[in-house]
């Protein structure tokens, strides 16, 4: 599985981005696809994404303002990203896990900057 991860950029504070991240290969041995982030000097942290069992689950810091979809016929997943704050900053990651051969999909990432 590749992951390809665009739609990053430079944005003023209030407003709105969408990420798309599209898998090619073995899609159909994907259990669980999301987005992570990560700002400068901190942690990788789970931001949204669609679990194993079908269920979209968002980390406190996004809910209400960011918004996960899938198209499976593309095989593309989306974040969108709206009322942007300065602590959104980082780049942006697509994660898809295999868990029958304990596989973690990783994409390129996009930077994502929001400015005041």
């Known amino acids: 599985v590749q992951l390809q991860a665009s739609g990053g950029g430079l944005v003023q504070t209030g407003g709105s981005l969408r990420l798309s991240c599209a898998a090619t290969g073995n899609t159909g041995s994907i259990h669980a696809i999301g987005w992570y982030r990560q700002a400068p000097g901190k942690p990788r942290e789970y931001v949204a994404g669609?679990?194993?069992?079908?269920?979209?689950n968002y980390a406190d810091s996004v809910k209400g303002r960011f918004t996960f979809s899938r198209d499976n016929a593309k095989s593309t997943v989306y974040l969108q990203m709206n009322s942007l704050k300065t602590e959104d900053t980082a780049v942006y990651y697509c994660?898809?896990?295999?868990?029958?051969?304990?596989?973690?999909?990783w994409g390129q990432g996009t930077q994502v900057t929001v400015s005041s």
């Open positions: 994660n898809a896990i295999d868990y029958k051969l304990g596989e973690d999909y």
């Open positions: 669609v679990n194993s069992g079908g269920s979209i």
